[in-house]
């Protein structure tokens, strides 16, 4: 099955902090997906990317694709104690029907 | 209005006992299902269904059986449950393979 490394598993940083995760991919990605999960909830869609070298922003949050489409990034900017969850990619391969989640990476932000 | 929802939310139960977990989306999609998370947060498919039909089954212990009544149902029963059981199950529900919108969870203990 398709397989996605997610790294960081964990970071913690102080709120107002900048905090990065990435995930990679051995296989070319029709899309990517990412999700976050706030602790005690459920995985929540943020966004998509499609195309290579795709880069959207939702007001903190950053989301690249990388120009190979193998991999991804979520950035935030200036971290808020709000952000505190895991972000989990989605990615999905041409041909098949359903995404693989990554490991997730857990950030707890302090203030 | 809630878009997936999952009953019951928790899930306390004796090793060996038959339990179920229900699921519905009133958000028309045509494609279900079944995600397990464990301790560490590991997001894994077990089932998909699509229009009430099978179509992805990951290697899953067949004493988890999926149920899909209608396109808008898709219930988990499980046999015989073991220790192993124990995690929090995720419905999600799709308008194709893409974007995930996630139930609240089951949070499911075995005892």
């Known amino acids: 099955g398709q397989q996605v490394m997610q790294i960081p598993q964990y970071q913690h940083v102080q709120e107002g902090e900048d905090f990065t995760t990435y995930c990679n991919s051995s296989?070319?990605?029709?899309?990517i997906q990412w999700y976050k999960q706030r602790p005690g909830g459920h995985p929540v869609f943020l966004i998509q990317?499609?195309?290579?070298?795709e880069v959207k922003k939702q007001k903190r949050l950053t989301f690249q694709f990388g120009e190979a489409k193998k991999n991804s990034s979520l950035h935030i900017t200036a971290t808020q104690t709000t952000d505190v969850g895991t972000y989990f990619c989605a990615v999905g391969v041409s041909g098949y029907s359903t995404l693989t989640f990554g490991k997730g990476t857990m950030l707890l932000v302090s203030p | 209005d809630t878009a997936v929802s999952q009953t019951p939310k928790y899930l306390v139960t004796q090793m060996g006992n038959d339990k179920s977990i229900k699921c519905e989306q009133n958000l028309g999609h045509d494609t279900m299902y079944w995600y397990k998370q464990d301790s560490k947060k590991f997001l894994k498919i077990m089932f998909s269904?699509?229009?009430?039909?099978?179509?992805i089954n990951e290697t899953v212990p067949n004493r988890f059986s999926p149920k899909s009544p209608d396109k808008a149902h898709l219930n988990l029963h499980i046999n015989s449950l073991e220790l192993g059981d124990s995690a929090v199950y995720f419905c999600a529900s799709s308008p194709s393979p893409d974007t995930q919108y996630f139930g609240p969870g089951t949070r499911l203990t075995v005892l």
């Open positions: 990317l499609v195309k290579s070298g």
């Open positions: 269904y699509n229009n009430k039909e099978l179509i």
């Open positions: 296989t070319t990605l029709s899309n």
